[in-house]
Each structure stands twice: as structure tokens, then as C-alpha cells.
């Protein structure tokens, strides 16, 4: 099987850095991903880490560590529009599917 | 805007009746899955059809079935439906015929069962 856990709520000032944590559980890893979700729209890819290390994508970072079954996803600058859900996924060798976690609600005030 | 489209939008129905939910994948996408989100739920995967083939299969209840047509659209059914099914029912796409990181998700069908 597999589990992911990640906090439930954040909540982050504008123009800051928030780090958003997630740790997995999974027979067979492959890579951690992390998808956006606004109120009411439909998730949105935003990064990929198969292997060790930070990839940076814009505002957006994200870092697995895969000795600590363990990745963040880091928003630089915060905006406003980034108040929405994140989720950490995972793809599942044994199942075949892509496992989302229960996602972060991510509040940015002003 | 996904490229994924999904009809209807909102669905409203009572308690024991049977629903079709459709989605059209991106332009070249040969994969579609299906995913329920309950309130204040992950995503649930429920299935995977791969150029018209099942691919996967995740928590997808016996109540529900699905299938690709070969213009690749792909049809969720529900039937003998219950309170607890009422949820946003997603539908994505990619271009592998695996399991990718990366899909196309569409806008949703809110499903109200009354």
C-alpha cells in the first residue's frame, strides 16, 4: 500500500516563502509529484522529482529526498492567486496508479 | 484551459438512479483516467483506459464502470447511487500509455445525489 502525509493548513503572508512538506510511504517509489488546485478548478501539474535534489520551476521549487521518503514543494513570493490546495503524489510501481495525498490548503494573507 | 473537456458540469439526482458522466481527452492523449474527490478529500483514483483497453484500476465500486470509445472519449457510470457518492468526479489525460506524473486534468462534474 501506500500513504502520503502532509499538513492540512498553511497559511503564509504575501510576498514570503512557504515550505510545503510531504512524506511518503510506498512499495516501489518512482517519483514524487505536486499538483495546484484552486476552489472549485481542477488540479494542475506543477513539478516532478524522480531523483534527489531541488528542481525550480519559477517561484516554484520542489525536493525529494528519497533516503528520507521525504519532499517539499517551496513557493517563493508569494501571491495572493497561490492560495489554493496542493497535493503530493506518487506513483505506486505495485498499483500503477498515481496516489494523491489529502492536499495543503495554502491561505495567503496580505 | 487543459485541452480536457468534461459534460455535464453540475449533476443533480436522487438517491438509486443511474449516471453518465463523459470526458474528451486532449488532442493526441490516448490515456484517460478517472478520479473522485470527496469534500475535503485527496483524489481518489478510480480507473485508467488506454486507447480503449483498461489499464488500471484503483477503488472504482462495482456500482461504477467505465469505458474509451475508439474517437478516445471515454464515458464513468454510476449506478444505484447513494448519498456517499455525491462528489467533484475528475477526469484526466496523458500521452503514455504507463502511469505518468504528468496528466491533463479536466474541469470536473459535480455529482449531487439527493
Known amino acids: 500500500g501506500q500513504s502520503l502525509e502532509q499538513p492540512s493548513e498553511v497559511t503564509a503572508v504575501e510576498g514570503a516563502i512557504v515550505q510545503i512538506n510531504c512524506t511518503y510511504q510506498?512499495?516501489?517509489?518512482?517519483?514524487l509529484s505536486w499538483y495546484q488546485q484552486h476552489d472549485g478548478g481542477a488540479p494542475t501539474f506543477l513539478s516532478y522529482?524522480?531523483?534527489?535534489g531541488l528542481e525550480e520551476t519559477g517561484r516554484f521549487s520542489s525536493f525529494l529526498s528519497r533516503s528520507d521518503s521525504y519532499g517539499y514543494l517551496l513557493l517563493q513570493e508569494l501571491q495572493m492567486k497561490d492560495s489554493a490546495s496542493y497535493f503530493c503524489a506518487v506513483r505506486d510501481r505495485g498499483a500503477n496508479n498515481l496516489f494523491f495525498g489529502t492536499g495543503t490548503r495554502l491561505t495567503v494573507i496580505p | 484551459d487543459s485541452g480536457v473537456t468534461q459534460t455535464p458540469k453540475h449533476l443533480i439526482t436522487a438517491t438509486g438512479q443511474r449516471v453518465t458522466l463523459r470526458c474528451s481527452p486532449r488532442s493526441g492523449d490516448l490515456s484517460v483516467y478517472w478520479y473522485q474527490q470527496s469534500l475535503d478529500q485527496g483524489l481518489q483514483f478510480l480507473i485508467q483506459y488506454y486507447n480503449g483497453e483498461e489499464r488500471a484500476k484503483g477503488n472504482i465500486l462495482e456500482r461504477f464502470s467505465a469505458q474509451q470509445f475508439p474517437d478516445l472519449h471515454s464515458e464513468l457510470n454510476l449506478s444505484s447511487l447513494e448519498l456517499g457518492d455525491s462528489a467533484l468526479y475528475f477526469c484526466a489525460s496523458s500521452d503514455e500509455r504507463g502511469v505518468t506524473d504528468t496528466q491533463y486534468f479536466g474541469p470536473g462534474t459535480r455529482l449531487t445525489v439527493l
Open positions: 510506498t512499495s516501489g517509489f518512482y517519483g
Open positions: 522529482n524522480a531523483l534527489d
